[in-house]
Nanobody, 123 residues
Framework: QVQLVESGGDLVQAGGSLRLSCAAS????????MGWYRQAPGKQRELVVG???????NYADSVKGRFTISRENNKNTVYLQMNSLKPEDTAVYYC?????????????????WGQGTQVTVSS
């Protein structure tokens, strides 16, 4: 089993900054893509940004230039630095990771999700 534990969500004023963290643990052989998604009330979950194990990134247009993703592969951890926050960034932010694990049945690769962390940006 794999667990993703997020932290860093908070209430912040518009223009402020937050840093989210997500640490993966368990019987991990490797992690390919890690990323952050968000879901605002009444809206579908959407990709914010993803990063491969090699460092290639894919940002949503709405956050380009304001958000920065990074990861520490040796710690199975991904970060999201969010600057110049806007009220429309308000959402529950979820960490996602494509993880390969090992068990008695061999290797298994699947997506895992964190429990979500609330980010609220006040105007």
């Amino acid at each position: 089993q794999v667990q993703l534990v997020e932290s860093g969500g908070d209430l912040v004023q518009a223009g402020g900054s937050l840093r989210l963290s997500c640490a993966a643990s368990g019987s991990i052989v490797s992690i390919n893509t890690m990323g952050w998604y968000r879901q605002a009330p009444g809206k579908q979950r959407e990709l914010v940004v993803g990063i491969t194990s090699g460092g290639n990134t894919n940002y949503a247009d709405s956050v380009k230039g304001r958000f920065t993703i990074s990861r520490e592969n040796n710690k199975n951890t991904v970060y999201l630095q969010m600057n110049s926050l806007k009220p429309e960034d308000t959402a529950v932010y979820y960490c996602n990771a494509e993880v390969t694990t090992i068990s008695t049945r061999g290797l298994d690769r699947r997506d895992y999700w964190g429990q979500g962390t609330q980010v609220t940006v006040s105007s």
